[in-house]
Every structure is written in structure tokens, then in C-alpha cells.
């Protein structure tokens, strides 16, 4: 009988692609990191506990193009400075790729609250512009013109905030307790860039960011660089506490929140 392709894979099978994935070189990204002051009380306001507000209320976008061997990839991220356990790092809010495979590993693994968008880097000479876009509305924009070149940073680690949970079944709120995630990257640069120019958000009923303003710009810079990370369960979360924050998670929060027991399915059998 030929193989089944949906049938179960062999230890050995699995051993191999564990193997494959922990020997992938290092993939350097091409990316815009804008940074910026918001209004304190907005930032607060999108972080869920235990999170915390930092010392200083800041906003980062990242907007990366990634140099996959035949598969490049636009990756995004728009985050929140937090703090948690004595740990400053960063809360994203969304984080739009351009693949389903960049979606899977970090949304079902560590909790990333990722969606399928559009992703923009491009340069020509010394302008710049960088986007994120969804459903048709670019919702951030960079833009702006390489003013210097900077040294080097050294390599440093990163912090990012994830919240990993599986909505109920019965739509009554999840299937067990959330778990709040810390994953670590360690990033090293090989070339980095300074830019003068300007963030523009837009009013967007998918991707509210256009509620965390620009009150005073820090930073935008241009640059490659490369990262690995490692994620860890740091504790439980009640449940009660997460549920007023599950709608940054979806376009449509309906779909898990308002579909009573027995509702009827769709024709696919599934929302």
C-alpha cells in the first residue's frame, strides 16, 4: 500500500526534523524599528496582568523583511514596553507576517499574536519607507530618508511577553488556565543605520494602534540583524483576569466569545 500521507510519522522521522531545526544557520532580516513616547495612561490600559507599565511609556514597531533560501517573509511587530517578575521587555499587540508558516510555530507554540498582513521594507538610495497593512489598511507607515551610519551595538538579549491559551469549547471563556510566556532572543546587528523622518498611524477597526499616538518620536533606525529564541512558561494566569483582553487576539472576538452551546456550524463545520 503506498504511504498515507496523513498517517503517523516514525520516531526516527521526528527525531530528523527536530535535528533539521536545531542546525538552521543564522537568518539575517532587513528591518525598520521605530520608537516612541505614547500616552501613558493608553499603554496601561492594553496591558493585561500581571504585566506592568515600565518607567517610560514607549512604543516599538519593527517592520522586517526576512532573507528565507526561497521563501521570503515581511514580518512585523507593534509592542508595548512592559515589565514583569522584575523583567522589562516588550507586549505586542499585533504581529502581521506575509506566511501561514511564519503564523504556526509562534502562535501555537509560544503564544505570538500573529495574523496574516502585508509587509513593506524598501529602500532606495537614502529613502526609506516601511508599512504594515491588513484587510486593506495600511495602519503603520515609516517613512523617511538614512541621515547616518551607527556602531556597531553589541550583541544583547530581548525580552517579549506572550500570553498562550486555547478558547473554550462552549465559548464560555478558555479550556484551561492562559500561561504567560517570556521569550528571550539574542540578537546580534552587523549593520545599522539612523533615519530622519516621520510614523504615521492609521485608523484601523482591526489594528486600533492609531490609540497608542506618537507623543514624541525616540528613534527610527534601519538595519540587519540576526536572533534566535527560547520561550518559557513563567506562570498561570487566571482566567477571569485574561478574558477582558482575548479581542486583541482575533479580528472578531464574536466568533469565540458570543457562539452559545449548540449554536448551529457552518458548512465547514467550523467558525
Known sequence: MARVRYGARTGAEIAAARTASARLPDIWSTGVVALWETDPDALAAVLPPPLKPTGRPLVRVNISKVDLPGYPLGAGSFAVAASHGGVDGWYPLVMPMTHERALTGGREVFGEPKKLGEVTVEREGLVVHAALARHGIVFVEVRGAVSEELPLPEPSQKTDFYFKFLPAVDGSGFDAD???????????????????????????????????????????????????????????????????????????PQQILDAPPGAPESPEGSV
Do not use: F, W
Open 178 to 252: 492562559p500561561v504567560l510566556v517570556h521569550c528571550v532572543r539574542n540578537e546580534k546587528v552587523r549593520r545599522l543605520e539612523r533615519i530622519t523622518g516621520d510614523v504615521l498611524l492609521r485608523e484601523s477597526m482591526y489594528d486600533p494602534v492609531a490609540d497608542l499616538p506618537v507623543l514624541e518620536l525616540v528613534d527610527i533606525t534601519i538595519g540587519e540583524k540576526t536572533s534566535d529564541q527560547r520561550g518559557k512558561v513563567v506562570e498561570r494566569v487566571a482566567a477571569e483576569a485574561l478574558l477582558p483582553y482575548i479581542h486583541q487576539r482575533y479580528d472578531d
